[in-house]
């Protein structure tokens, strides 16, 4: 496509259950990267696939957040037991490897009631 | 750790004003620095970015930046804001080596009245 699609848009869920995040990123783009951007706060790096691997996952919170890339196009990033404090927008962003463009996606409001 | 500092968290401006916004960074290494531009309700769209070469930077929407190496700094400037430019906007820096990935300020919320 056009640009980085990333569904659902909003996803509302208990505390504890176990969502999935899912993000299209743009055709022969294979860099990858998850952000997490709460409220008052800029994106705050959490992992970075280059093709199917993830080269740095240095920026998830936790053993509960999983992400992975299988075919090396869409990422799939995965929250267990979700908290209240994961509630934020979960952005993707996807690169050509050798270019300095970044393209975003809308991201996923994510809220753990 | 890299970090990026955003010093203003609130702007409002009147239409015409004009406007900087002050980043600064925590690295000494190499880095690339960029801003980016969130509107209500759309994604993040980069503004402009400074790899290497003039230091004063050019971007769209007649916003420009100047790295200060000395300084650390990447403030944003715009010599007349528009109603339009209404937005959030975020700092950001890549260290070489560091994968491409963005570490980004805490944004500074700019709102324009006409």
């Known amino acids: 496509g056009a640009g980085v699609s990333q569904t659902p848009s909003n996803k509302v869920t208990e505390k504890g259950k176990y969502v999935e995040l899912r993000c299209d990123p743009i055709s022969g783009h294979t860099a990858l990267y998850w952000y997490r951007q709460s409220l008052g706060q800029g994106p705050e790096f959490l992992i970075y696939?280059?093709?199917?691997?993830?080269?740095?996952d240095s920026g998830l919170p936790n053993d509960r957040f999983f992400a992975v890339r299988p075919e090396g196009s869409v990422s799939t990033l995965k929250i267990q037991r979700t908290e209240r404090g994961d509630s934020a927008v979960y952005l993707c962003?996807?690169?050509?490897?050798?270019?300095?463009?970044?393209?975003f996606g809308s991201g996923t409001r994510l809220t753990v009631v | 750790a890299q970090s990026v500092s955003q010093h203003n968290h609130h702007v409002i401006l009147s239409e015409a004003a004009s406007l900087e916004l002050g980043c600064n960074y925590s690295?000494?290494?190499?880095?690339?620095l960029f801003w980016y531009v969130q509107y209500p309700g759309q994604h993040l769209q980069l503004l402009l970015k400074?790899?290497?070469?003039?230091?004063l930077v050019k971007g769209i929407k007649g916003f420009e930046a100047e790295f200060i190496k000395s300084k650390f700094s990447f403030n944003l400037r715009k010599p007349s804001v528009q109603w339009s430019d209404t937005a959030e906007y975020f700092c950001?820096?890549?260290?070489?080596?560091?994968?491409?990935?963005?570490?980004f300020g805490a944004g500074t919320r700019l709102a324009v009245h006409p």
């Open positions: 696939f280059q093709g199917t691997g993830a080269a740095d």
């Open positions: 950001a820096v890549i260290n070489s080596g560091g994968y491409n990935k963005l570490i």
């Open positions: 690295y000494g290494g190499t880095v690339n």
């Open positions: 400074y790899f290497s070469g003039d230091p």
């Open positions: 962003a996807s690169r050509r490897t050798g270019e300095d463009g970044y393209t």
